[in-house]
Nanobody, 120 residues
Framework: QVQLAESGGGLVQFGGSLRLSCAASGRAFGNLDMGWFRQAPGKEREFVAAVRWTGTFQSYADSVKGRFIISRDNDKKMVYLHMTNLKPDDTAVYYC?????????????WGQGTQVTVSS
């Protein structure tokens, strides 16, 4: 079982950048596909990005393509989401989770997430 802890959120201006981090514990991390998800107020949680366990393949929601980059460091058991050109619509609580890469569905338990707020 993998335990996950998100960090790195904050308040940023329109067009700004942030890097989110997800620290994982558990021996299986290196074999798991990982993803980032987000939930805005009053909306359902949605897929943002995923990375295969090898780190060589990534997928993104259309709304963040070209602006967000997901990466991982299996040695450090970390997953990152580098967000650029942020927009107010990106305001949400961001979560990392194990992911079913094909269906883009979160698989594991959800953590507390990290809040990202983009001001206009």
């Amino acid at each position: 079982q993998v335990q996950l802890a998100e960090s790195g959120g904050g308040l940023v201006q329109f067009g700004g950048s942030l890097r989110l981090s997800c620290a994982a514990s558990g021996r299986a991390f290196g074999n798991l596909d990982m993803g980032w998800f987000r939930q805005a107020p009053g909306k359902e949680r949605e897929f943002v990005a995923a990375v295969r366990w090898t780190g060589t393949f990534q997928s993104y929601a259309d709304s963040v393509k070209g602006r967000f980059i997901i990466s991982r460091d299996n040695d450090k058991k970390m997953v990152y989401l580098h967000m650029t050109n942020l927009k107010p619509d990106d305001t949400a609580v961001y979560y990392c989770n194990t992911v079913h890469y094909t269906t883009q569905k979160g698989v594991g338990s959800w953590g507390q997430g990290t809040q990202v707020t983009v001001s206009s």
